[in-house]
């Protein structure tokens, strides 16, 4: 009985559950399906899936398999291709957080197979960390320490696999309205981008060998790349298991690497970001505390488009912004320091922000990604107060104190402000060479959130 794995955001062969479960003794066709509206909505997302396929494809050929590729809505997609293989089964991952698994059963079952989905190998399973009284945590540090006291299973190794007798068509491994809506920018993204399952696996151990006492502190530093591992790209697109990353750091800390207590305090966010996630699946769309949602943000405005685009004329929030929009990623202190200055100085609903990093970032993580936006505009559960605002000049002058970052991204003629200008449409009319722009007044901009708080409060 032939049967399909589809990869949803699990491009890889290790610690795969629903590949292991689908290999089982039948000939299976490894699946990817690659929805339009996915990459309409997350472009920067949906080229670093894409870059990761010929990888996938390789290793599959390397195992006797090979990689089906369908274009298409997903439900739709899924029928033909039982249809097409006749296959009896599907086993694919739980969609959440990332997408529904609503009437997929009933449209497997319509096409004449049987749908299994299996979770993802997060370091534990949601809902599994609770307090004595067998309730969620709502806040991180208890979260943590719970988490630390469990025993996080071993990855499951990658599974023989044999080739069905016939294979389905397969479009090419390629995303043709990803590069459409990345436009200038695909070219210059991939630059940064290194995609694959060997390649995160290298980029992990390579990470390993360098990280010591001191990862606590450099990971605020956003002209220091080495500081940190780097890999919620491929976390975020599945080339690496968060279970894989915990027993290489424990075996590492074993060995007597510094840092890595560090590094699995960081890791479990991402583990209680899902399980946050699990329990208030609008937590993209809806504050956290309801009280929340009557607070008085502004929509969308020129100076909402100025922060987007990377011209506020606060230095060291241009520099994110124009980090995210060239490479798709933003280093963690500047994301908060961004994210900070769009609804505190500016007074901007978080979910303004929300939206662009969710189409601009290659990590992006629905969870992850409402969590701390949630934090900083302090809403979430766990949140930062909404009294305590950032200073973006005393951020950059204790993070970025000799200004490389900024540089990179400001100055005229700088390696990173030649490629902001390569990647961003030119309808944006980016100009390299002008001036800064006249930032609003910090101070007041502090003083109008602060007293906006104070009315909401009362
Ligand atoms: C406003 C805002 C939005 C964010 N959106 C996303 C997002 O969409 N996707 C995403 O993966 N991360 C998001 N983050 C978290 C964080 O910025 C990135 O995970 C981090 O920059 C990744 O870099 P790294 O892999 O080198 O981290 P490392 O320091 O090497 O950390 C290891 C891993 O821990 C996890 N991690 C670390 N910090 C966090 C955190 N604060 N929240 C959740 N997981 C964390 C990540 O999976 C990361 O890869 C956001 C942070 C902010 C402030």
New binding site residues.
């Given amino acids: 009985m032939t049967v399909i794995c589809w990869f949803r955001r699990v491009l890889r062969l290790d610690d795969h559950p629903a590949l292991v479960a689908a290999a089982q003794d039948r000939p299976v066709i490894p699946l990817v399906i690659l929805d339009p509206a996915e990459a309409r909505d997350h472009p920067a997302s949906a080229q670093r899936q894409a870059m990761a396929l010929p990888d996938l494809d390789a290793s599959l050929r390397r195992a006797g398999s090979r990689l089906v590729v369908r274009r298409g809505d997903p439900a739709t997609v899924l029928a033909q291709v039982i249809r097409d293989s006749g296959a009896r089964a599907v086993h694919a991952t739980q969609g959440s957080p990332f997408a529904g698994d609503a009437g997929l059963d009933a449209v497997a079952a319509g096409a004449g197979a049987q749908l299994h989905l299996h979770p993802l190998a997060d370091l534990v399973p949601r809902g599994s960390v609770l307090t004595g009284g067998g309730t969620r945590f709502k806040v991180f540090t208890p979260f943590w320490r719970a988490l630390r006291k469990m025993p996080i299973a071993q990855p499951l190794p990658a599974p023989r696999l044999s080739p069905p007798a016939d294979w389905p068509h397969s479009d090419r491994l390629d995303w043709p309205e990803a590069r459409a809506a990345m436009n200038r920018g695909w070219d210059v993204m991939a630059r940064h981008v290194q995609a694959g399952e060997s390649k995160a696996h290298d980029r992990l151990e390579a990470?390993l060998g360098r990280v010591d006492a001191r990862?606590g502190a450099r990971?605020d530093l956003p002209a220091d790349p080495d500081?940190?591992?780097?890999?919620?790209?491929a976390?975020?697109v599945g080339e690496i298991s968060?279970r894989r990353?915990w027993h290489r750091a424990l075996h590492a800390q074993d060995s007597g690497r510094g840092g890595i207590e560090d590094?699995l305090r960081?890791?479990a966010?991402?583990d209680?970001?899902r399980d946050l996630f699990d329990e208030a699946p609008d937590m993209a769309r809806s504050c956290w505390k309801p009280d929340w949602n009557r607070f008085p943000w502004r929509g969308d405005s020129p100076d909402a488009a100025a922060w987007r685009q990377g011209r506020t004329g606060v230095a060291m929030v241009d520099a994110g912004m124009r980090e995210m929009y060239a490479t798709g990623?933003?280093?963690?202190r500047v994301?908060?320091i961004?994210?900070s200055y769009l609804v505190k100085h500016l007074m901007t609903d978080w979910r303004i922000?929300?939206d662009w990093?969710?189409r601009c970032?290659t990590?992006?993580?629905?969870a992850?990604?409402a969590?701390?936006?949630q934090?900083?505009a302090g809403c979430g559960p766990d949140a930062s107060p909404y009294f305590r605002v950032f200073n973006p000049e005393g951020q950059a002058a204790k993070f970025d104190g000799k200004r490389r970052y900024q540089d990179h991204w400001l100055k005229p003629g700088a390696d990173g402000t030649r490629e902001f200008a390569a990647a961003v449409p030119r309808a944006w009319g980016f100009d390299p060479q002008a001036p800064a722009l006249p930032a609003i007044d910090l101070g007041q901009g502090r003083q109008r959130a602060l007293e906006a708080y104070a009315r909401f409060k009362r």
């Fill in positions: 990470f990862y990971r500081a940190t591992s780097g890999l919620s790209d976390l975020a968060a990353l590094f960081e890791l966010w991402r209680f970001a990623r933003m280093h963690n994301r908060m961004t994210a922000g929300l990093f969710a970032l990590d992006w993580d629905p992850s990604n969590m701390n936006w934090w900083v």
